[in-house]
C-alpha cells in the first residue's frame, strides 16, 4: 500500500457513482492499492467507470468476505471514492487496477443493481470536522511514539512509513496512513473509516496500536524464557556428565544411591534373556545413559527396557501332566465333545513321556456360534494347569497389531502376542485366537499372513516383532484359534492349524446340558437357588423346540435367563414360594412361541422336496417348492446363488434328456414355464448340494405324484444323473433330528462322514446313500416304482405295435 502526497482537491466530486464491493480490504482516502477484479459483474463496473464517469469509482467494503453477490445490505453504506490509476487485462480472464482513493462518501440510495450496482453518494468533508488542536498534537507525537515502538519490537511495519509519517502533519490523514498498513480486520478498519473525528480516530489507532505492542512484548517475553529454559537444560546436562567423569576418574560407582542404570542392568541379568536379547537390551541402556534424561528418545528406550525386563524368557508354569485330573476337568466343565478331549489328552500323554520336550499344538476349533469354543479354551488352560489369554482377531486389519510397530513411530506397542505374554506372565500360556475367520486386510497390511509366522511350529521358537527387534521363543505356548467358517481363513493358515470341527448338539444333549450346566448357573447369576425355582423335565424340551432353533445353546441359556429373572422378580416381591416350570408355565412366562414346526410338513406335497443346507450357525431345513405354468423357460426366485442357479439348470438339462424314460411330452418344455422357488425368499443361498432335492421337487410337479414328508435329501446332480458328494454330512443330520424326519439320501461317497455321527442317532436316523438319480427318486416320491412299471409297459406295448404294423406291412 502506498500513499500519495499529493491532495486531489480539484478532483470533482460525482453524487452518483458505480459501485464495486471490495472483499477483506478497507480503502481509505489517498491510499494507492492495486486490486484484482475476477467477477464478470465487476468487471463491467470498472469498464463502466473508465468509459462514463472519468474513472471515478465507489468502492465499499463488503460485510461477508465468502459472498459471491452481495446484496445491498450485505455492503457498507461508508466507503471511498478512488479514482483508476491504470488498468490492465490478464491472461486468466481478471482485470488488474491500480486505484487511488479521494474522499469519503457514504450510499444515500442505489439507482440500480443491475447489471451492476449504481449508488447516489454523499460527499463526507473532513475539512468541516473541527478539533482542539493542542490534544491532537499531543494525541499524533504519542501515536508516533508508539507506532516507532512497534516497528522496533516486531517488525510490523517498514521503516519506510515512518519517513512518509514525518511529513505528516494532519491528524485524519496520519490515522488513514496508519490503519491502511496495519492489516486490521474489516469491521475494525471500518470503523475507523466511519470515524469522522480526527482525534477520536487517533484515539482508536493509538489503542490499537498499545494493544499491538503487548502481543508482540508478549512473544518477546515467551521467547526469551524458552532461551532461558534451553541454556538451563543444556548446563544442567553439562553439569551431569561433569559429575559422571568424576566419578569414573575417582573409580566409585557407588557414590550416593543405586541409581536407575544399575537397577536396569540388575533386572536384564535376572531376565535370563537369551544372549542376542540381552545384548540389545545393554546397548541400548548404554545409549540411554549417555542421553539428557529429559530427551524424548530416553523416554522411548526407557519405554523398551521396561518391556525387555517384563517379559517372561525364562518363567514357565508348571504343567500337570495327570491324565486323569485333566480328563476329570474337561469332563466336568463340558458335556460330550469326546474328539477333543481325546486330542488334548495325547497332547498332555506325549508331553509326559518326553518329560516337557515338546511343541505347544496349534489347534483350530470349528464349528457354529454357542458350542462351546471359546469355553473349551480355558477348561484346556485349567486342565493343563497353564495360564489363559484370550486375543480376539474379528476385525484386525493392520499387521502391526500382529508383529508391533517400529520403535520410529510416535506411540509404538509390541504386538498383541508379546503383549499377551506380558498378561500372562509366563511363556507357555493357552493363547485363544478368538474369530480367526474374521480377520481383514486393508492398505496396512495382512494380518492373516502375519500370523504365518506366529503358527508355524517350524518358525515362532525365533518369533521377531518389531517393537522388540529381538527373537522370543513362541515354541511353548499352546495356540488354539476358534472360527465358524472355514473357507474364510487363508489356505495357508488354514494349513498351520490341526482344525477340529465342533457340530451342534441334538435336542437330548441340550436337555443334558442345560440340566447339568446351564440351569444351576442361570439360578446362580440371578440370585436365587434350588429352593425357588425347579425345571421340570417338559420344560427344557419346550423352551429347545418352540423357543430356539440353533445348533448352539446360547438362545437356550437366554430364554432359562429369561425365566430365572422372573422367579427372581417374585422372590423380590415377597412370595418365597418354590416355582416349578413345566412347559405350560414357560408359555405363560415367555410368551408366544417364536418357532412353529411348518404345515407343508405334516403332509405328503406334490412339487415340494424337503433339502438340507449347511451354514455358518449349523445345519438348516430347506424346503423347495416347484410348479408348471403356461410359458416357457425356467424362473428361479428366492435369492439363489450363481452355483446354485448353475446346480437347477443342470437339473432341467438332465430331466429333459431323460423326457422319454420319464414319459414326459417332447414339447412339453418349449409350452410349460417351471418356476422353482426356495423360501425365506429374504435369506440367500447358494451352494450345489441342493441339486438332487431340486431336481425331486421338479419331477414331482411334473408327474404329479407327491414327496414324502418324512425325506430329506442332499447332494449334488450331473448332466448324467450321477449324485456327487457334499460337506456338512454331521450338521445336516442334526437339523433333520431337530423337526423329526427319520430318512435322509445322502451320496453315496459321503458313507465315510456317518462315522462322525454318534452311533445313537445313527439307529435314530435311516441313511440311504445313492450313486444315481433314479434311487432318490424311488425312495423320495410316493408311488414312483409303480409309475415306472406302467412307464415301461406302455413302451413294451408300443414297441409290439410298432413290429406288428411292420409285420403286416411287410
Excluded at 184 to 210: D, F, G, S, Y
Aim: charged content about 30%.
Amino acid at each position: 500500500m502506498a500513499e500519495n502526497n499529493n491532495e486531489n482537491d480539484n478532483i470533482e466530486f460525482k453524487d452518483t457513482l458505480p459501485l464495486l464491493p471490495v472483499r477483506d480490504i478497507v480503502i481509505y482516502p489517498f491510499m494507492i492499492i492495486p486490486l484484482f477484479i475476477g467477477r464478470e459483474s465487476s468487471i463491467r463496473v470498472v469498464e463502466e467507470a473508465c468509459n462514463n464517469y472519468d474513472r471515478l469509482i465507489f468502492l465499499p467494503a463488503q460485510k461477508d468476505i465468502l459472498e459471491e453477490s452481495p446484496s445491498p445490505e450485505g455492503i457498507f453504506e461508508m466507503g471511498t471514492v478512488s479514482v483508476i490509476m491504470r488498468k490492465r487485462y490478464l491472461k486468466d480472464g481478471r482485470v488488474k487496477i491500480l486505484i487511488q482513493g479521494l474522499t469519503k462518501a457514504r450510499i444515500t440510495d442505489f439507482i440500480k443493481t443491475k447489471p451492476f450496482y449504481k449508488v447516489g453518494l454523499e460527499k463526507i468533508d473532513p475539512q468541516n470536522v473541527a478539533a482542539d488542536q493542542i490534544s491532537c498534537e499531543a494525541m499524533v507525537r504519542n501515536v508516533k511514539e508508539n507506532l516507532e515502538k512497534v516497528i522496533s519490537i516486531g517488525k510490523v511495519l517498514t521503516q519506510d512509513i515512518l519517513m512518509i509519517l514525518e511529513d505528516t502533519s494532519d491528524p485524519g490523514r496520519l490515522a488513514d496512513l496508519i490503519a491502511a498498513n496495519l492489516n486490521l480486520k474489516v469491521n475494525e478498519a471500518q470503523m475507523i473509516l466511519e470515524t469522522i473525528n480526527p482525534e477520536e480516530r487517533l484515539h482508536q489507532i493509538n489503542e490499537i496500536l498499545l494493544r499491538e505492542l503487548a502481543i508482540l512484548s508478549t512473544q518477546e517475553r515467551i521467547k526469551t524464557q524458552a532461551h532461558e529454559e534451553i541454556s538451563k537444560s543444556q548446563k544442567e546436562y553439562f553439569l551431569r556428565e561433569q559429575i559422571r567423569a568424576i566419578k569414573n576418574e575417582l573409580g566409585d560407582k557407588n557414590i550416593n544411591e543405586f541409581d536407575e542404570f544399575q537397577e536396569f542392568r540388575q533386572k536384564i541379568k535376572e531376565c535370563k534373556m537369551p544372549e542376542e536379547a540381552e545384548k540389545e537390551a545393554l546397548e541400548q541402556l548404554s545409549r540411554l545413559e549417555k542421553m539428557h534424561p529429559d530427551s524424548s528418545e530416553a523416554s522411548i528406550l526407557r519405554t523398551y527396557l521396561d518391556w525387555l525386563v517384563v517379559l517372561p524368557w525364562k518363567i514357565s508354569s508348571q504343567e500337570t501332566l495327570d491324565l486323569k485330573a485333566a480328563k476329570s476337568i474337561l469332563d466336568e466343565d463340558h458335556f460330550e465333545l469326546e474328539k477333543v478331549k481325546e486330542r488334548i489328552l495325547e497332547f498332555l500323554a506325549v508331553r509326559k513321556l518326553k518329560k516337557g520336550k515338546i511343541r505347544g499344538p496349534i489347534l483350530c476349533f470349528s464349528g457354529p456360534p454357542g458350542v462351546g469354543k471359546t469355553s473349551l479354551g480355558k477348561s484346556i488352560a485349567k486342565s493343563t494347569n497353564r495360564e489363559f489369554v484370550r486375543l480376539s482377531l474379528g476385525g484386525i486389519k493392520d499387521e502391526a497389531e500382529i508383529r508391533g510397530h517400529r520403535r520410529t513411530y510416535v506411540g509404538a506397542m509390541p504386538g498383541r502376542f508379546i503383549q499377551a505374554l506380558k498378561q500372562a506372565g509366563t511363556n507357555n500360556p493357552v493363547i485363544m485366537l478368538d474369530e480367526i475367520d474374521k480377520l481383514g486386510a486393508d492398505f496396512r497390511g495382512d494380518p492373516s499372513s502375519a500370523l504365518l509366522e506366529v503358527l508355524d511350529a517350524e518358525q515362532n521358537f525365533s518369533f521377531r516383532d518389531h517393537y522388540l527387534n529381538v527373537p522370543f521363543d513362541l515354541s511353548k505356548i499352546m495356540f488354539i484359534a476358534t472360527a465358524n467358517i472355514m473357507e474364510n481363513i487363508p489356505a495357508p493358515l488354514r494349513d498351520r492349524m490341526e482344525v477340529l470341527s465342533l457340530s451342534g448338539y441334538t435336542q437330548e444333549e441340550k436337555i443334558a446340558i442345560a440340566k447339568k450346566y446351564l440351569i444351576p448357573k442361570q439360578v446362580k447369576d440371578n440370585g436365587i437357588s434350588e429352593d425357588h425355582v425347579e425345571f421340570l423335565a417338559d420344560a427344557v424340551e419346550t423352551i429347545i423346540k418352540n423357543y430356539t432353533s440353533e445348533a448352539g445353546l446360547r438362545n437356550l441359556e437366554r430364554q432359562l435367563g429369561s425365566l430365572c429373572r422372573k422367579v427372581a422378580k417374585k422372590v423380590a416381591l415377597g412370595d418365597t414360594e418354590k416355582t416349578a416350570i413345566d412347559s405350560k408355565v414357560v408359555i405363560e412366562l415367555l410368551g408366544p412361541p417364536n418357532f412353529i414346526k411348518d404345515e407343508e410338513n405334516d403332509y405328503d406335497e406334490v412339487g415340494v422336496s424337503t433339502g438340507l443346507a449347511w451354514t455358518s450357525v449349523g445345519g438348516e431345513i430347506l424346503h423347495i417348492e416347484s410348479t408348471t405354468m403356461a410359458g416357457k423357460g425356467l424362473t428361479l426366485t428366492g435369492q439363489l446363488g450363481e452355483v446354485m442357479k448353475e446346480s437347477a439348470q443342470a437339473c432341467i438339462g438332465y430331466i429333459r434328456s431323460q423326457s422319454e424314460r420319464y414319459d414326459i411330452c417332447h414339447d412339453f418344455f418349449d409350452k410349460n414355464e417351471i418356476h422353482l422357488h426356495m423360501p425365506a425368499g429374504a435369506i440367500p443361498k447358494d451352494g450345489p448340494s441342493a441339486g438332487i432335492a431340486m431336481a425331486t421337487a421338479i419331477i414331482s410337479s411334473l408327474s404329479g405324484l407327491p414327496v414324502d414328508k418324512n425325506v430329506a435329501m442332499t447332494g449334488e446332480i450331473t448332466l448324467t444323473g450321477k449324485v456327487l458328494p457334499i460337506g456338512g454330512i454331521k450338521e445336516k443330520s442334526l437339523a433333520a433330528m431337530r423337526v423329526g424326519i427319520k430318512t435322509i439320501i445322502i451320496p453315496y461317497q459321503n458313507k465315510k462322514d456317518l462315522d462322525e455321527i454318534p452311533e445313537e442317532y445313527r439307529k435314530r436316523i435311516d441313511f440311504i446313500p445313492v450313486k444315481f438319480f433314479d434311487e432318490v427318486l424311488e425312495k423320495a416320491i410316493v408311488g414312483w416304482k409303480t409309475r415306472i412299471k406302467n412307464i415301461q409297459k406302455k413302451s413294451e406295448q408300443k414297441i409290439r405295435q410298432k413290429n406288428r404294423t411292420t409285420s403286416m406291412a411287410a
